[in-house]
């Protein structure tokens, strides 16, 4: 029973073309997160939604926005990518300070 | 700043030996602490998860960590790895603002 669901799990783009990532839960969670995971690396928060209060993370890029339009959807929106946006994107729920869950990522590639 | 340390990047054992990784975290105030497991292409997978109580948690796939107040650690054990155990294994702590706080991460080989 998927709890984290992403879309795609796979996704190519080309430089510079608006990409839209998607995330929905089927927890109830009233926290949803977007992390940026690079190779090799630790997940990187972007921001995160409580209920409709958006925190955007001090260094995420303007290029990176998102919205949330109900609790049990939240989608990634990233305006131009670039080279170095590549990457697996993590989407995750929490119910507020207790763990979070995540999906299964989705790969993005820029050409 | 709050932080979590994970002193090894890539550990390497044998199928059937025992295993431990490390994690450190700083900032005194006893924060909620993970683990988490990632195998290659997926997302990540809680093992378990230490608020308070008992210092020695269990966890899914046979894994235990052991809550060190004193040594500001929190380090997972399994007694007997298995080839499919191999994967990225993540350290968290509890941020501020529902945030969660990664460590650099471990990657862990088996060997046969």
């Known amino acids: 029973d998927a709890m984290v669901i992403q879309n795609p799990r796979y996704q190519v783009t080309q430089f510079g073309k608006p990409v839209t990532l998607s995330c929905s839960q089927t927890?109830?969670?009233?926290?949803m997160y977007w992390y940026q995971q690079k190779s090799s690396q630790a997940p990187k928060l972007l921001f995160h939604?409580?209920?409709?209060?958006?925190?955007n993370e001090a260094d995420t890029p303007d290029n990176f926005q998102s919205r949330r339009p109900n609790t049990s959807f939240c989608f990634l929106d990233i305006r131009s990518p670039g080279l170095g946006d590549a990457a697996m994107y993590l989407c995750?729920?929490?119910?507020?300070?207790?763990?979070?869950?995540f999906g299964q990522g989705t790969r993005l590639t820029v050409v | 700043a709050q932080s979590v340390t994970q002193p090894d990047i890539h550990i390497t054992v044998s199928e059937g030996a025992s295993l431990e990784l490390r994690c450190n975290y700083s900032y005194g105030a006893t924060p909620y602490l993970f683990w988490y497991v990632q195998s290659p292409g997926q997302g990540l997978q809680l093992l378990l998860k230490?608020?308070?109580?008992?210092?020695l948690v269990q966890g899914i796939k046979g894994f235990e960590a052991e809550f060190k107040r004193s040594q500001s650690s929190f380090n997972l054990r399994k007694p007997s790895v298995h080839w499919s155990d191999a994967a990225e294994y993540f350290c968290?702590?509890?941020?501020?603002?529902?945030?969660?706080?990664f460590g650099a991460g471990t990657r862990l080989a088996v060997h046969p």
């Open positions: 995750a729920t929490s119910s507020g300070g207790a763990e979070a869950f």
């Open positions: 230490y608020f308070s109580g008992d210092t």
């Open positions: 927890l109830n969670h009233n926290v």
């Open positions: 939604y409580y209920d409709k209060d958006f925190n």
């Open positions: 968290a702590r509890s941020g501020g603002y529902n945030k969660l706080i």
